[in-house]
T-cell receptor, first 112, second 117 residues
Framework: DTGVSQDPRHKITKRGQNVTFRCDPI?????LYWYRQTLGQGPEFLTY????????KSRLLSDRFSAERPKGSFSTLEIQRTEQGDSAMYLC??????????FGEGSWLTVV | AQTVTQSQPEMSVQEAETVTLSCTYD???????LFWYKQPPSRQMILVIR??????QNATENRFSVNFQKAAKSFSLKISDSQLGDAAMYFC??????????????FGQGTRLTINP
């Protein structure tokens, strides 16, 4: 069991640039989640996939954010035209239906 | 909407002592799950313990136990024999029934636990 892996771990970008984060879930986990965590706060739900289908999106996920999970395996989270308010850690997690959610180490985004 | 509140931003305890972290939540559901997650400085969130709301018996995992008071909507975590490795942010989290739709977690604001040697 290799755990949930995320890449890159850290990203510094200029305001207005696009960034993409990748998440590889635990194999055989059909559910994949994205959360956002800012300093001193608990994670907030962004979106969720069951296999390749994106079944729920939070209102936090503006139209500059898009997530995909082609073929129901890895997932990408893209942020277009980044703003300073996007600076946060983006956490990916996975689970089998009805089971414990396992988190990755997160991808830190700093927008300067 | 469900909410989770952790009223203790920071706690500290002497090594080998016992500490209790508080959590309250609000929901209109009768079937749900509660969790405590630990986030060490390496930042990976790790599940500490989970409690099913339909179970009256409090969950325990080695040195970690919970006091689940469903009527009061309270879910505290007790850490016995505190160890230096227990130092971390602790998050209380709520999830609706695992059978219904997404297992979406709602987190509290976290409690930073410091262990004093």
């Amino acid at each position: 069991d290799t755990g949930v892996s995320q890449d890159p771990r850290h990203k510094i970008t200029k305001r207005g640039q696009n960034v993409t984060f990748r998440c590889d879930p635990i194999s055989e986990h059909n559910r994949l989640y994205w959360y956002r965590q800012t300093l001193g706060q608990g994670p907030e739900f962004l979106t969720y996939f069951q296999n390749e289908a994106q079944l729920e999106k939070s209102r936090l996920l503006s139209d500059r954010f898009s997530a995909e999970r082609p073929k129901g395996s890895f997932s990408t989270l893209e942020i277009q035209r980044t703003e300073q308010g996007d600076s946060a850690m983006y956490l990916c997690a996975s689970s089998r239906q009805g089971h414990t959610i396992y988190f990755g180490e997160g991808s830190w985004l700093t927008v300067v | 909407a469900q909410t989770v509140t952790q009223s203790q931003p920071e706690m500290s305890v002497q090594e080998a002592e016992t500490v209790t972290l508080s959590c309250t939540y609000d929901t209109s559901e009768s079937d749900y799950y509660l969790f405590w997650y630990k986030q060490p400085p390496s930042r990976q969130m790790i599940l500490v313990i989970r409690q099913e709301a339909y179970k009256q018996q409090n969950a325990t995992e080695n040195r970690f136990s919970v006091n689940f008071q469903k009527a009061a909507k309270s879910f505290s975590l007790k850490i016995s024999d505190s160890q230096l490795g227990d130092a971390a942010m602790y998050f209380c989290a709520y999830s609706p029934s695992l059978i219904q739709g997404a297992q979406k977690l709602v987190f509290g604001q976290g409690t930073r636990l410091t262990i004093n040697p």
